[in-house]
């Protein structure tokens, strides 16, 4: 089964570290599913002041994850020629709600499904994992524009 390791990923998104959440994009099924994993560790950028006594990811940092799987998902299955010089923004995130606190030395696993796409507009849905915990879901919306 088709897995995109760290370097595959950057190959797709515009995102660095220490923006770039997402590790892995395994069980892709072209422009429609996926699973990520982010692995959230003491050292991640975000956890250092969030809080420092009781490290926790914050849950816009998990949306963001999640559409950067989403991003990263549309990017592989697109054709080369068609996602060349382009880049999928964030347009807006209809549900998002945190059932657990997400915190430090686990992989977070994300569970990402394209429910539909319109033109240049993509709406996505997911669901977040630690260790078979719902720890958010959420459903978005982004679109592919031009590179500037």
């Known amino acids: ?5 760290k370097k595959d990923i950057i190959n797709l998104l515009p995102h660095r570290e220490p923006m770039l959440l997402i ?12 699973t990520a994993i982010v692995k959230v560790r003491k050292d991640s950028f975000f956890v250092q002041g969030h809080f420092p006594d ?13 559409g950067q799987a989403a991003a990263a998902l549309t990017a592989h299955g697109l ?12 347009m807006g995130v209809e549900k998002a709600r945190f059932r657990n606190p997400v915190i430090p030395d686990c992989d977070l696993i994300l569970k990402i499904e394209a ?30 524009v031009d590179k500037k």
């Not at 054709?79 to 010089?85: L, R």
């Open 23 to 34: 590790d892995e994009l395994s069980e892709i099924k072209k422009l429609s599913s996926a």
């Open 79 to 90: 054709d080369k020629a068609t996602y060349e010089n382009k880049l999928v923004f964030l």
């Open 115 to 144: 429910i539909r796409s319109h033109g240049r507009v993509w709406k996505y849905k997911g669901e977040a994992f630690v260790d078979d915990k719902k720890m958010a879901d959420a459903i978005w919306s982004a679109t592919i």
């Open 1 to 5: 089964m088709l897995k995109l390791n």
């Open 54 to 66: 009781n490290p926790v990811m914050p849950g816009v940092l998990i949306v963001e994850s999640f």
